[in-house]
């Protein structure tokens, strides 16, 4: 199984902060990596595929980057909306499998 | 619109059998490249994928559970049903289905039913 590290395990920042999230994988997975966002009692909600290609309806000041083993998710400007957990998920090879999370709280 | 639904008990006993059904709309499971699959997220941990179910009825498992696991879907109901057996107090979750959306042949997850919580306790 490919495992998936991310850090910070959490993260305080103030609304306007730049954030940014590492992904890292156990072996290459090229370019098949998503970001997931999750609030509390909802169900994951997919933010970015392909390491860089944006959902439809997910706000610009959301990117991502990398490839093999090592990516990132940036938070431009962080938004009230925006304070919640974030999950990568490798899709290069079954089993699939998803970071332990990383969770933005407010400053 | 795609929209997803999970149902099924919300307490099971050890050692019992879990079956939850996915009630779906917006798509169909017998359209070329389309999948539905599995996932549950314990109280306060990370989420861990369990089944995948495609169109043409290819089925692939979580190694670690495919044991216990089984994946199977009614085209004409719109429905896929995961059971699992022998369930245990570490298997008490929030368990997630999802449509699967494939890119370059690569699979993500962007429409999510809500999501339901399964309690294992004697």
């Known amino acids: 199984d490919i495992q998936m590290t991310q850090s910070p395990s959490s993260v305080s920042a103030s609304v306007g902060d730049r954030v940014t999230i590492t992904c890292r994988a156990s072996q290459g997975i090229n370019r098949w990596l998503a970001w997931y966002q999750q609030k509390p009692g909802k169900a994951p909600n997919l933010l970015i595929y392909d390491v860089s290609s944006l959902q439809s309806g997910v706000p610009s000041r959301f990117s991502g980057s990398g490839s093999g083993t090592s990516f990132t998710l940036t938070i431009s400007s962080l938004q009230p909306e925006d304070f919640a957990t974030y999950y990568c998920q490798q899709a290069n090879s079954f089993p699939l499998t998803f970071g332990g999370g990383t969770k933005v709280e407010i400053k | 619109q795609i929209t997803l639904k999970e149902s099924g008990p919300t307490l099971v006993k050890p050692t019992q059998t879990l079956t939850l059904t996915c009630t779906f709309s917006?798509?169909?499971?017998?359209?070329?490249?389309?999948?539905v699959d599995w996932i549950r997220q314990p109280p306060g941990k990370a989420l861990e994928w369990l089944a995948l179910i495609y169109w043409d009825d290819d089925k692939r498992y979580n190694p670690s559970l495919k044991s216990r696991l089984t994946i199977t879907k009614d085209t004409s109901k719109n429905q896929v049903v995961l059971t699992m057996t022998n369930m245990d107090p570490v298997d008490t979750a929030t368990y997630y289905c999802?449509?699967?959306?494939?890119?370059?042949?690569?699979?993500?997850?962007?429409?999510w039913g809500q999501g339901t919580l399964v309690t294992v306790s004697s």
């Open positions: 917006g798509f169909s499971l017998s359209t070329s490249g389309v999948a």
């Open positions: 999802a449509h699967v959306f494939c890119s370059g042949g690569r699979c993500y997850f962007d429409y």
